[in-house]
């Protein structure tokens, strides 16, 4: 009797997330049947793979040679899938994307309209989530992150640095003025955005070479990006936002800088895949986002 494809496919999830549920969760079934492929695999193979405890698993000696073996099976069967998807030349297939919810709006969006004209056999599925995703708790083939990434199994294209800067609606500078000094702040509403449970309150503002961090008290706090730009839009407080989310509402007037001679923050953009062999229509979509890295390069304040 053969192993079955599915069954060792779930054995590699177990062995790259760490836990049977993450491994289920990324395959799209659930721990019942996870469990039971494993057991069906130790079976055909009359060994044990995978040592469990109550909240973790690791390979047994047998399953770490096991692995590679496993790996080079999934390729093999992964590079003929791929070499069926593009059949007559026109990139076809799916393609599962998570970025954060401002820039996803404001600028991603656009960006994948424009690719969607050029391959129109390519379907997407777009979380906009400011949580950072879990390529093995759930089907990602692609993030666009911003930070520093910590996770060695992920591949990071860097994108651009995008800057933060204060920016609040005409209405609210008429109604309360504007501050000169980061320090003044203490004495306006913020408005900040909720990362991890708590408020991103620690404002960093950059001039020449000095540099001044400000704890501020938020009047309105969000989970959502998004909504602290259009609670600033509603002249409800002093934004610190990234340019490129806010640029087009500055440009229009909607919105102005306040401190204008101090630059907020850096923050890096990455997209970011795992190391599995890339589908055509993967490798094209990197490819193409990281070209129009230049129109947020030009996007400085």
Known sequence: ???????????????DSGQLSNAARSLGITLAVASAALKRLEAQLGTRLILRTTRSLRLSAEGERYLPHARAALDALSAGRLALSCDGGELRGL????APADF??????????DFAQQHPQVQFQVTLDDAIADFFAAPVDLALRYGTLTDSSLIALPLARLVRVACAAPAYVERRGAPEQPQELSAHE?????????????WTFQRSE????????????????????????????????IWADVAEDIAAGRLQRVLPQ???EAVPLSLVYTERRQS??????IDFLSERRMELQDCQP
């Open 95 to 98: 393609v599962r994307i998570t």
């Open 1 to 15: 009797m053969h192993e079955s494809v599915s069954d060792i496919a779930v054995f590699v999830a177990c062995a």
């Open 280 to 285: 055509p229509v993967l490798r094209a979509l």
């Open 190 to 202: 913020t408005l900040c955005y909720m990362r991890q449970h708590r408020a991103a309150d620690r």
């Open 210 to 241: 000095e540099i001044c961090d400000v704890t501020v008290t938020p009047r309105w706090t969000f989970n959502d990006a998004e909504t602290v730009r259009r609670w600033a839009l509603r002249g409800r407080g002093i934004a610190y936002r």
């Open 104 to 113: 996803g709006r404001n600028r991603l969006a656009g960006w994948l309209d």
């Open 262 to 264: 101090w630059i907020g």
